[in-house]
Every structure is written in C-alpha cells, then in structure tokens.
C-alpha cells in the first residue's frame, strides 16, 4: 500500500507562491547588447531597445509582434543591424539608432543573422546557411546596407565573427557549439568545442587561437586585440588573446551565472549574463560595471487571451453513452455535445495542467489528474465540473488507465512502471504489478470488473498477456513468452478476451536499432474463450431448418400465460403490456455484467481469428460482438513526402461473415463509449468525428469550435517552467541527478519566469536550467509563441550572382533523380536554362543590379513563375521559361556535394575506392547507405562518411554489413559467379567522423571501431549517448526531452557520454584548403584506403575453379 498523503518538502510548498512573487525593480532577461560611444542597444521580450550607457533614458526601438534580437552598431553608431522573424523568417534588418522604420536587407527563405559590420560601415556582415550543402554550421556573408545582392565572404564555415579595424583579418568562431536553441549543455567537453580562429581571406593566411577542450565562442576586437568567450573555467567569461605571446587570459570573474554574449566597440566590451544583467568592461583598465535598466512595457504575449485549445489535444474520451465527447486539451476537462447541449470546461483553471480526463462507467463522474498543489493528485468530479474527491497519489508522474467496471475503483500507472489500483472509499492505492520495459499501461477491465488483462515484458522483450483476479489478488500468466502479445480487449458479454500476438516481432522488439528499419512486425489476432464451458466465436452453423411443429401450443400456453402475468391487479388480465415490457427491460438493464473465468485450459481455449497478419493493435469491442482494430502502415512498403502525417486504417471484424473490413482510413486514434454503441476517431489535424459503431461506420465531424480557454500567460508561463523541472527529476535516467542540487536549481531560475517578455524568452531560462545537468539530448523549446505566416519565398535551385551588372544563373543543381519528391526547378528537361544566362524579369518585373532578386520570388513556392532570360546578356535577345520554385534547395544542394564526394573519390583512387555517405543514423541514413554501398561493392576499399551525422539509431544494420564475411561463391554456367553474402566489400574500409556527428554519429564510430572494421579519420564526434525522451509534452505544446536512459559498455564502462569518439587519425578540416576547393579529411580518408590496398590480398574468387572432369566430383 502507499500513502494518499504526500510528504511535501519545503520546496514543494513554495512552488506556487514564488511563482507569483513580485518583479523586482530591476528588469532582468535582457540580451544581446552592443555598444557604441553614446548608446547601448539590447534585446528584451522580443524587441530591440537603446539606452545611454549609464542604462537611463531606454527606448523602444521595435515594436512589431515578432522575435527581434542580435542588434549591432554600425561602427558611426548611427544604425543598428539586426535579425527579425518578420514574415515567418529570419532576415537581418537596420533601422536608425534615433528611431524608425526598419529597413529589410535580405530576403532568402534560409535564417540570416546579422553579427556586425564592415569597419567602414558599408556592409553588415551575416551568417546563413543558405549555400551550405552539408551540416549544421553556417558561411559569412556581407550585404549593402543600401541592399541589393549579398556576397560570401569564403566558403570555409563561420558561426560568429569580427571584422578588425582594417577589414583585413576575421576572428571567427568556424563551428557551432553543442549548446544551441533548444538544447542545454553547460561545460561540454566532447568533440562540439569550437575554437577561436583568425583568417586573411585574401592573404591566405591562419591564426588559431590556443584552444583546449572547452567550447570558445563570440569574438570580438578590442585595442587591436581578440577578445571571446569561453567556459575553461567552469563559468563562460571573457578572455583575452596576445597574438605576441601567443597566450590567453581570463579577464572577468563572474563564477554565478554565465556571460551570454558580448559585443564591442573597439574599446570597450558590453556583455549580458544568462540572468539578463548587462555589464560593461574596459578593457583598458580591466574594470567591470553593471549597467541597471528598469523598463515596464506593454508586452502584448502576456496580455490573457482566449485561445483554441483543441490545437493542444491530449486525450478523448466519450460518455458512457456517446452523448458527450471528452476532451483533455491545454491543461482543461472539456466535455463536447455530440448533439445536443452546449461545450463545458470543467476547470477553467490558467496555469494549472490537468490531463488524462476518464468518464466513470456509470456516467456521473470524472476523473482526471491535476497539478494544481504542484504535485500529483486524482480528482473526481461530477459531469459539471464540480469537485467531489481529491487523491494525493505522490511524487512521480501518472496516468490513468481505466475505471473498475462498478465504478469503486481506479487503475493508473506512474512513470516507473507501476500500476496501482486506487480504492475510491478509503483513498488507498494498492499496487497491481510492476512492468519490466517501458511500454505503457496497456490494461483491459473485464465486465463485472473483478477481472483485469495486462501485458507485461519479459527479459526477451516480448510482451505477455496476464489477467489479474481482484477478489484473490492473483496473477495468471496467459501466453507462453513465444510471441510477442499485446492490446487485450474484453468482449462486452465477459465471453471472450481479445488480442494481437506476433511471432516475427523479436527482430523489431528494439527500436534503437537500425536493423529494425523496414522489417515488418506482423500480427495475428486472438480470441481467448474465458469459461471451460464458452464456445469459439468462429464455429460454424450447421444451417438445419428449425422444427416448430411439437411447440405451438406449448407456444400458445406460454404467450397465455405471459398475458395473465400482465393482468391487473384483480387478476384480470388487462394490464398495460407497455409499462410490463419496461419492466422487464429495466430488470435486464439493471443486472449487473459478469465475467466467468476459468483459469485450467485457459491457454488451450485460444483461438485464432481468420486474419492476415498485419501489423494490428488498439483492439476494442463493440455491443454487437464485433472486433474492430487499428491496422498500421508497415515500413518500407512505399517512399512518402517527407512530413507526411501518421494515419492507419479502422477495421472491423465481422464473426458473422469471418471477414475483417475496412470501417474507415486514414485515422490517428479511436474509442468507444462504455456501452459500446458509439466510436470517437482522431483524424490528421486533431480533428473528431463519431458515429455508431455498427456494421458500417459512418461518422460526422464533432463540434468543437467552443473548445477554448481563456489563457493568462504569466500563470501558464510559472506552471510550465515548475513541470520542466518536475519532470527533469521525475524523467532523469539517474535519480540521484548526478549529484546535481536540482532544488538549488530551481531557487536559482524560478525567480526569472516574472521577467520572461515572451514564450520565447521563457524557453531561454528553461533551457538555461535544464542546461546544467550538463547532458546532452536534454532539450526543451517550442510552445504557444507568436508566428507570423510564412511568405513562402521560392528558390530556383541554382546558385545566382551579379555578373556584368546583370543577375546570372551560376551552378545548376540537379539533385538526386530518384527521389520523386525532389525537384529541381532549373534541372528539369525542357526547362531551357543553364548555367551562365542571365536573368533579365522575374513575371515581367525588369531586374536591377541592386535589386535583391529573392523579393520578387516571395509566395512563388510551387507556382508558376516567368523568367526573361538570354544567353549573352541581352534583355531583347530574351526568351520565357517557366518554372516552379521550391521552398528549400537544402537538399539539392546536399546532393551535389554527395555525389561530388564520390566522383571525387573514384578520381583520387582511379575507381578503386567507393564512397558512402551517411547523414543521419535514422531513415535518411538506411536509405542512404542501401542507396549508395549496394551500388559500389565491385570496390576494392570504402571510405564512409559520417561527418555532420544527425544521428537517430544505433546503426547496428550498417556494422552488420560492413562486417560480413565471405562465405561461399556460386557458378552459372552463363554469366557471371555470385557469392555469399551476395554484396560485400571486403577490403580496407575507412570511416570519416568529425564535431558535428552525434548521438548515432557517436555510436556507429564506436561501433565501428570496436569491431576493427577500419580506422576512424576526422575530428572527435559530439559525445551525446544519453537518450532521450519519455516524459509527456507541455501544457502548451511546448516540447521537452528528458534523457531516460544511457549508454555503457560491454566492459561497464559509462563512455561517449560529454566525451565523444575520438579518431585514430586526427585530421581537421582546414579553412584555407576549403576556400581553395580542397576536402582535406575526405583527401586523407582516400589516402589511407589506397595506403592499405597496397599490401591487401583479395579474400573473393574472381572467377571459378577448373570444371570438374569425373562423375561424381
């Protein structure tokens, strides 16, 4: 038994009340500065301010409804560049310091973020991952601040950067940190630890500032000198880089909160820490001061509002009669007529999250689960919302289940795999079972409810079928551990227990497995016949004609006698048959539903239903006895759009017929009523429909316009961060938090959230705490922010430059043919452009050397556009073409470099080497690899490229491969021999790994290395194996990870974890060889390959050995 009464400590008590604490005088939360000789500028809550630079005298310098953020001076202080989400993207922008409408400066759909300017204040200088072709870092471009065309400073990648005073040197920051958006990392040290570098573009020329294992970012000059920030102390701070000694320094001290970011004038460095509190250094004299700013504006994300709530939707659920949907959405209990009444929320509680919404049998309760004393507890209330019972469940996080068939009793679950059973009279809870996997309470009541079906894990990580008997608390096991059991389901008569067992499940039983990808999982379904003496759904009817000669008068006798029994009260037989036939139906209504189980031959009465086995699941019954079930797209069967939104298909098993039918497509999820007369489906979009589950199911669309709340953002905003760090404790894969004071934590950021401006900025401090678990896979972001819509600018797919002071059409990318879902505008047959003509009118709109040519291609995506082009440069000379933009030439451009790397290779090694790359460790890695070393195993040697892999599985399918080993060939008589394994590259392998691979890109080179499959070239990968996420979302759709478990090695070893898999060969990727043209890790790779053929001895026949000449040999 555990306690209803949870033993609060005291920081659980003052959740609530330090959520409303007041906002201290100061204004906190601000960001971004920059510095000129009169004024600061800063970000806060979404807009840009000015200050003096004694921080009085703030003004408002934006005011639109949008993210606006990274000011910068121009060197004359004069203007301010900036970056703003207008439009749905990010652009960079300047407006005047004094005030003034903002002027746009790029227009490319790619995100574009200003980072300073030109010394002599012509151009601002920005980062875009515009023309990347690989990864997840960024090139440095300039633009006029007149406009027009942006030009790119090198190709080699930039994050962040500076120009010196001269316009002759670039400090830059080459890579991206592991720390970035959504994602929280203090103090990494695995392989994403940028270092700080200085270049000469044009000279040609490279100084690599000191580096150590510590992320350094943010450069910036001050006094002729390089100033950045870095975390080597355990807290990020300014240092300082003597090119003479070739030495750095740390110049500031804060050891509480982080240096955020930072910005200089040439003399002095202004900088904010991760609380928003602004500061100022001279570096002159080494000095630091703080710069108060108070301001108090209107900020419209705050203001409450009523919002849509079914855009956040949790849960479903119907009355026990199909009169009224329920419907658990944004933190409230609705209850949606489904034909008459009006839409009820039982709670209307802002800032309180209450979820898993369940009606009770009998139709006068509900239950839910509710934060409001920031802990975990049961409500049930009545259908109109008022509060009758209130549990306290404890410290963990739940989720109910099921009522018990009488209503007396509540099945829910927590997230370390118990399932208890809640006594709703004493308010005890008793524990059911503990499960041994993650999978959920998959749990069916009986009718009567005094018997329970649950599916339980074994070792082998199969699932088996229990039922559990209430009355004498036992536990039988149903399935035998040979297949793999899941979805019981009673029938409504208490006859029969339903369920899908798939016997081919063990090669998918682990997700995290590559080698699970496009292997289909089926399922058979099952009928089990409860008592010794029940029949099998599925015998068959003799079809004999029914002999009614003998029993008519015995008919006539009973109908007599039935009519005397109706009489009145004197006898007289003439009573009200009507009221007699109530009765009776009031009598069946009222008896109550049974469930006869008998346990010996259980097992023996299973029956299987004639189906084909597909990959089934979410079993229900409905009141005619029919089986209905989902049935799931298996993998590999087709290539969809990417984003193609989860669907399956309803059927419906008929016992009459012995036929499974299709009910309805294209669902994502479905219940039924307690009578099981009516079905609520979810359909793409979140949209509800119901209707009767009969033999055809026709549904209509249910009414849920009326399912809002009235929102008070602040309130939503301190329930939000209070269940981000609740879950952390309650998800974290180590209980003990890696000794992490996570109460201490909490004191630390709870007071921040009254600063938060915007959702935004609320995710800022979020990420901030979660970030110093110091973990990876640790991420939280999105939710109920402002989104302007999209402008859809297209692309052509081509590379454009001005040439001659005309547009022309560079590079031409063609993409890869065989994916039908990517298209290349300027590459399709007929199209009549190629590279080198000139782009004269977009739709009839001349173009001007200083027009920005992706203006006039706003809201084009997928339309038809005109384009006037020639070949020498002539507007008369010009001809229309017309094309389709495309909203993103990421992947075009991705496949150009793919495709060079491989030409690039076969060049090097004079074909003797092939080249695979692999971008991910999920789908798009599986594809890739099939796609590209099937196709190159007439190779002597293989170079794999891992570099900038996204991760997503543990790529156990491509070790497999790589590793097979030669078994067996085989002669035709015509032809060519085959051999087994039937495609397989033997010879010397190499895999290319660097800073940008990750998660699965730190695992396969583990891996790969571990199996002494090759050596590993590149830089140390990531270090991120601690994964990733069971713990439910956020209230407004806001999304967090929380890592749940961790890798570890057959040795016991905690390894990879903030550390990464390091190369045999360490190679970096050197800027002035990528300017130049050159790949020098993809060089070395091939080098190393060509190195070991050299001394390889084929291990495949080439060709068969001499024919046999006798019998018999």
């Known amino acids: 038994m555990i306690s209803r009464l949870l033993k609060t400590t005291a920081i659980a008590i003052t959740l609530a009340a330090v959520a409303g604490s007041a906002v201290s005088a100061e204004t906190l939360l601000l960001k971004n500065p920059t510095v000129s ?11 840009i301010w000015t200050a003096d630079r004694t921080g009085g005298n703030t003004q408002r310098l934006t005011s639109r409804q949008a993210q606006e953020g990274r000011p910068v001076f121009s060197p004359d202080g004069k203007t301010i560049a900036f970056s703003a989400v207008y439009d749905g993207n990010l652009d960079v922008y300047t407006v005047p310091t004094e005030g003034g409408q903002p002027t746009r400066l790029t227009f490319h759909p790619g995100g574009d973020t ?98 150590v294992r510590a992320s350094d970012t943010n450069p910036m000059w001050a006094g002729g000198d390089v100033y950045f920030i870095s975390d080597r102390s355990g807290t990020k701070n300014i240092w300082h880089y003597d090119s003479g000694k070739k030495s750095v320094e740390q110049i500031t001290k804060e050891t509480t909160w982080d240096i955020a970011s930072a910005k200089s004038d040439g003399r002095t460095i202004i900088y904010a820490t991760t609380e928003g509190r602004i500061k100022e250094l001279d570096t002159r004299r080494g000095r630091t001061k703080e710069i108060s700013i108070t301001i108090r504006p209107d900020l419209p994300e705050q203001r409450p509002q009523w919002k849509n709530s079914m855009r956040n939707l949790t849960n479903i659920g119907l009355s026990p009669t199909g009169k009224r949907a329920l419907v658990t959405a944004r933190g409230d209990v609705f209850t949606v007529p489904l034909k008459d009444g009006t839409t009820r929320n039982l709670n209307k509680t802002s800032g309180v999250k209450e979820s898993n919404a369940t009606w009770s049998p009998q139709g006068g309760e509900i239950a839910y689960l509710s934060d409001k004393e920031r802990k975990g507890q049961l409500v049930v209330a009545d259908q109109k919302g008022k509060v009758k019972r209130t549990y306290e469940l404890g410290g963990a996080d739940y989720t109910i289940a099921s009522w018990e068939g009488d209503g007396s009793k509540i099945i829910y679950g927590d997230n370390h795999l118990n399932v208890f059973s809640l006594d709703m009279e004493s308010g005890d809870s008793t524990k059911i079972y503990t499960d041994n996997r993650r999978n959920g309470v998959n749990i069916s009541m ?9 599916t339980k894990a074994r070792s082998n990580l199969f699932s088996d079928v229990y039922l559990y008997s209430f009355e004498t608390k036992e536990h039988t096991l149903i399935t035998d551990g040979m297949s793999h059991a899941a979805s019981p389901a009673f029938s409504p008569d208490g006859k029969y227990l339903y369920f899908a067992a798939s016997t081919n499940a063990g090669s998918t039983a682990v997700g995290l497995d590559m080698s699970t990808q496009e292997k289909p999982r089926r399922f058979g379904l099952y009928a089990l016949v409860l008592a010794a003496d029940g029949k099998s759904p599925l015998l068959p009817k003799a079809g004999d004609e029914k002999d009614t000669s003998e029993k008519s008068d015995e008919k006539d006798g009973d109908e007599k006698d039935a009519k005397d029994k109706n009489g009145d009260d004197n006898g007289n037989g003439n009573g009200d048959k009507t009221d007699a036939k109530k009765d ?31 990959s089934y699941g979410s079993l229900n019954v409905a009141s005619d006895g029919a089986l209905f079930f989902m049935e799931f797209t298996q993998p590999g069967i087709s290539n969809e759009p990417s984003r193609t939104p989860f669907t399956a298909t309803l059927k419906r098993f008929d016992f009459k017929s012995k036929k499974a039918k299709t009910a309805m497509e294209r669902i994502q999820g479905y219940t039924f009523s307690e009578d099981r007369k009516t079905i609520l489906v979810v359909t793409p979009g979140g949209n509800l429909k119901s209707g009767k589950a009969g033999k055809s199911v026709e549904t209509k669309p249910v009414k849920t316009g009326d399912v809002r709340a009235f929102i008070t953002p602040q309130e939503e905003w301190a329930q939000i961060f209070d269940e981000v760090w609740r879950l952390q404790k309650q998800y974290f894969y180590d209980a003990g938090m890696h000794g992490l004071d996570w109460d201490a934590m909490y004191r630390k950021y709870q007071p921040l959230v009254a600063h938060a401006g915007t959702r935004a900025e609320l995710n800022t401090i979020l990420v901030d705490l979660i970030s110093e678990q110091q973990v990876g896979h640790n991420r939280t972001g999105g939710g109920d922010q402002f989104r302007d819509p999209r402008s859809n600018t297209g692309l052509l797919g081509a590379n454009l430059r001005i040439e001659n002071g005309k547009y022309r059409i560079g590079e031409i990318f063609t993409g890869e043919k065989w994916n039908p879902f990517l298209k290349a505008p300027l590459a399709a047959p007929g199209i009549g452009a190629k590279t080198g003509d000139y782009i004269h009118a977009v739709n009839g709109t001349a173009l001007a050397a200083n027009d920005n040519i992706y203006a006039h291609f706003a809201g084009t995506v997928g339309k038809q556009v005109t384009l006037s082009v020639s070949s020498d440069g002539n507007a008369e000379n010009a001809k229309d073409i017309v094309v389709e933009p495309v909203a993103n030439e990421g992947q075009l451009r991705h496949w150009e470099w793919v495709e060079s790397n491989r030409k690039k290779v076969d060049e090097l090694s004079d074909g003797k080497v092939g080249y695979v790359y692999l971008p991910n460790t999920a789908g798009g890695g599986y594809t890739y690899f099939n796609r590209m070393y099937f196709a190159q195993t007439d190779k002597a040697g293989m170079v794999i490229d891992e570099r900038q892999n996204g991760g997503g599985q543990a790529a156990n399918y491509i070790t497999d491969v790589l590793s097979r080993q030669y078994l067996s ?14 495609s397989a590259v033997y010879g010397p392998k190499v895999m ?10 730190d695992f396969l080179p583990y891996a790969f290395k571990r199996m002494k499959l090759g050596k590993l070239i590149g830089k140390t990968t990531w270090g991120g194996l601690i994964g990733i996420s069971a713990n439910p979302g956020l209230i407004d759709g806001g999304f967090l990870t929380v890592p749940y478990f961790r890798f570890f090695t057959p040795e016991g070893e905690w390894r990879i974890e903030n550390e990464g898999t390091a190369p045999d060969i360490e190679v970096g990727l050197d800027p002035l060889a990528v300017n130049a043209g050159r790949d020098t890790q993809l060089e070395r790779g091939v080098q190393e390959v060509l190195s070991q053929l050299e001394t390889y001895k084929p291990i495949k026949l080439r060709e068969a050995p001499a024919m046999p000449t006798e019998v018999g040999k």
């Open 37 to 47: 000789d009169k004024k600061i500028a800063f970000s806060y809550a979404g807009d």
């Open 114 to 211: 200003a980072v300073g300017w030109t010394p002599d204040g012509k151009s601002v200088l920005f980062t875009s991952r515009r023309e990347m072709r690989v990864g997840r870092s960024a090139q440095a471009w300039h633009i006029s601040a007149e406009g027009g065309l942006p030009t790119k400073v090198m190709d080699a990648v930039v994050m962040d950067a500076a120009w010196d005073s001269k316009g002759e040197r670039l400090a830059y920051q080459p890579y991206n940190v592991a720390h970035r958006g959504s994602s929280g990392w203090r103090n990494h040290r695995g392989g994403s630890v940028p270092p700080i570098w200085i270049i000469d573009p044009v000279k040609g020329e490279l100084e690599e500032v000191p580096h």
């Open 446 to 454: 009986a009718p009567g409810g005094k018997w329970m079906a649950y």
């Open 584 to 614: 009776k139906k009031d009598d069946k209504k009222k008896k109550p539903k049974t469930t006869k189980v008998d346990l010996e031959g259980l097992s023996d009465r299973m029956v299987a239903l004639p189906v084909a086995e597909r």
């Open 969 to 982: 060939s085989w002669k035709d008589r015509d032809g060519m021999i085959f051999d087994t394994p039937g």
């Open 992 to 1001: 290319l790994i660097d800073q940008d691979a990750g998660s699965g890109g």
